[in-house]
């Protein structure tokens, strides 16, 4: 090759690889300028499920497949959610689309509410839309026991009606491939309704069945703010017992110990010391916990508080 | 024989098109980038995977159908070679029905490859048997039934128009064959006995594309994205319908080719 060709290729590579490194750092200006922009307004472009089928033209299944991305994304994108006048205010909508271009998949309802029925920060707080998506599915698989199962968690937990909880999973029960348990939760929950015990039992079945890491971590999240709340709630039980005792709440928690009532002070979860108030004997979690806390309701504490004091009468009993 | 030698020749042709080469690359990255699509779809992967597959190798396949089909004839007259071709004892019908063969057994050989990669990416993926791989075959089979259609709309165009106008004509004919059950629907709706009469003769007129869509009320990509079987009496019907209905466009493509004066 001639040393002028050789020299005239040289430069059209060295001005071609110049050109494409101007270009990369132009593109990322532009997008430093369209970060707002990018944000975009909230929209639902199509609101109808039926017009959207209509408009599929038979790929609807590919379509359905785009919009689930698509509510998986607006979901769990939660820096653009922040910046959103209402959160997930689109949320329901995307997945009654994708639920209605591709009615067979479990997943949409299944994980769709829980992504509706779960409190912000996790969730979007909207437990109605969840039981209404939830409902959709039934209607499609009336036999579908799983969906029955998720509504009456929706209830349970979500909506604190125990009774309501307690009807779904007896219908569930009785659906071929119901598993055993589900008739025992049933009679669980609609005999002792908000029974701590069933929230535990549902929330371990949640961490043991999911295969997926975000609602495995929820649930141990659950396990874990329960755990707290009865080691709390069990802490507050024994200064009732030392004010009835000593005629004035502990000092510390470490009098407790000194009085004979524990053999040590727990610490919450995540090993950081609870916080103990002696003017109103309730005990707290310390901000410095490390635990994701998600507050317990008033009946659960009641229940256990029952149950603690149950189980207090039947030891002194014999005394007697 | 003579209309055989002429559907090698279109084939070869197509094989040799450098756009359709870009098509089915087009086609196998599609399956590919399904495979990452299908990492964000929580659970659903497979699904993913045979959704994209499907669709792609129905859209891309439809592109070519439209595209390589409304160009069959129109090339032939702008280069000349039909007056050599027709100088021979080859009948013009013939002549039709040899370029037909040759751009169906284009998307066959097109439609086999893509589901060969489909196929391929699923397995290579894991978690799905054979025979749930094999149950995506007939889908692929209904599709390719829909693109012998869609061909011979281009064809016919193909005969007196230009390929601009031809695939403007396809591409409407193939929206209106997908939403054809409406106009049954609006003379069903409609009271006045003539318009329901014409509605009801436009609804069995135009071609009913939605018949390889949709199967006991599921569409095709649906059924095979739950490894669904589909039944084998509709795909059966379908083979029938496909065939009377190109049968008779290509009829049609004849009878206009036929007055066709090359002077």
């Given at each position: ?207 043991e069945d999911s295969t997926r890491a975000e609602l495995k971590e929820n649930a ?101 | ?191 006045w006995g003539p318009v329901r009469g014409i509605l009801r003769a436009l609804y ?60």
């Amino acid at each position: 090759m001639k040393p002028r060709r050789v020299l005239r290729t040289l430069a059209s590579s060295v001005l071609a690889l110049a050109s494409a490194s101007v270009l990369v750092a132009v593109q990322m200006r532009i997008d430093e300028r369209l970060v707002d922009a990018a944000a975009g307004p909230d929209l639902l472009y199509f609101s109808s499920p039926a017009g959207v089928k209509k408009l599929a033209l038979g790929y609807d299944s590919m379509l359905a497949d785009i919009y689930w991305m698509r509510a998986i994304q607006y979901y769990g994108r939660r820096d653009l959610a922040e910046r959103r006048p209402v959160r997930y205010k689109n949320l329901a909508g995307l997945l009654d689309i994708a639920s209605s271009l591709d009615p067979d998949m479990m997943e949409i309802y299944r994980s769709g509410s829980t992504f509706l029925a779960e409190p912000d920060p996790v969730g979007a707080g909207q437990p109605q839309e969840a039981v209404n998506l939830l409902d959709k599915g039934i209607d499609r698989h009336p036999l579908e026991w799983r969906l029955q199962y998720d509504k009456g968690f929706i209830y349970f937990w979500h909506f604190k009606d125990f009774h309501e909880a307690g009807k779904v999973w007896l219908n569930a029960g009785r659906l071929p491939g119901a598993p055993d348990w589900m008739a025992g939760l049933a009679a669980s929950t609609l005999s002792k309704g908000g029974a701590i015990e069933t929230a535990k039992m549902l929330w371990r079945r949640q961490f043991e069945d999911s295969t997926r890491a975000e609602l495995k971590e929820n649930a141990r999240n659950h396990l874990i703010s329960i755990q707290a709340d009865e080691e709390r709630w069990t802490l507050e039980h024994f200064v009732e017992q030392f004010a009835a005792r000593y005629g004035s709440f502990p000092r510390s928690l470490e009098d407790l110990v000194g009085a004979g009532m524990l053999h040590y002070v727990p610490r919450d979860p995540s090993g950081t010391p609870y916080r103990y108030d002696c003017i109103t004997g309730e005990v707290f979690l310390s901000p410095e916990t490390q635990i994701t806390y998600f507050p317990a309701p008033e009946v659960y504490r009641e229940a256990y508080r029952h149950k603690l004091s149950s189980l207090r009468d039947r030891r002194e009993k014999p005394a007697k | 024989m003579t209309a055989l030698a002429i559907a090698r020749n279109t084939f070869r042709e197509c094989i040799r098109d450098k756009i359709l080469y870009n098509l089915v690359l087009f086609a196998l990255l599609m399956i590919v980038s399904s495979y990452a699509l299908g990492q964000l779809s929580l659970g659903h992967e497979n699904k993913v995977i045979v959704d994209v597959g499907l669709s792609a190798i129905s859209i891309i396949g439809t592109l070519i159908a439209v595209f390589i089909g409304i160009g069959l004839v129109y090339k032939e007259l702008e280069k000349r070679t039909v007056y050599a071709l027709l100088s021979k004892p080859v009948r013009r019908g013939e002549f039709l029905f040899g370029k037909y063969l040759g751009l169906l057994l284009t998307l066959f050989v097109n439609v086999a490859v893509m589901s060969a990669g489909l196929l391929a990416t699923l397995l290579l993926r894991g978690g799905v048997s054979w025979q749930e791989c094999l149950s995506i075959l007939p889908a692929s089979y209904v599709m390719f039934l829909s693109l012998a259609l869609t061909t011979s709309v281009a064809l016919v165009f193909s005969t007196f128009s230009t390929p601009a106008l031809s695939a403007l004509f396809t591409l409407f004919l193939w929206i209106i064959g997908h939403y054809n059950s409406d106009l049954l629907s609006f003379a069903q709706m409609n009271a006045w006995g003539p318009v329901r009469g014409i509605l009801r003769a436009l609804y069995y007129l135009l071609p009913n594309l939605s018949n390889f869509t949709w199967v006991d009320s599921r569409s095709i990509i649906h059924s095979a994205g739950y490894y669904r079987p589909i039944d084998a009496v509709a795909i059966a019907w379908m083979t029938l319908y496909a065939v009377l209905y190109s049968g008779c466009l290509l009829a049609l493509a004849t009878w206009v080719f036929a007055r066709r004066d090359f002077k």
